[in-house]
C-alpha cells in the first residue's frame, strides 16, 4: 500500500487504474469518453458516457472484492 503521509491514508495498490479520456469529447455537458485500466490485473473496459465510466469502475471494484471473497473461502 502506498502512504500519503499527509493524512495518514492509505492507498491499496489494487484499487489503482489508469484513466485515459478521448480527444475531441464535448465534455461541456460533463460527458467524457475514454478507457480505464485495472493497474494489478491488466483489464481495460472502455466507456461512453460519465454514467459508464462510475458503473465500470464500480463493477471492477466488485469483482475484485468478489474473487477475493471466494478465494477467501476456499483456504
Known sequence: MINSGK???ALPADR???LQFKRGVDNGGNQYAGRIEHIESGR???FYT???MCAKLKAIL?????NTTK???KD
Open 7 to 9: 493524512n495518514d491514508v
Open 16 to 18: 489503482a487504474f489508469v
Open 44 to 46: 481495460v473496459e472502455f
Open 50 to 52: 460519465t454514467e459508464d
Open 62 to 66: 466488485g469483482q475484485k472484492k468478489s
Open 71 to 73: 478465494s477467501e473461502r
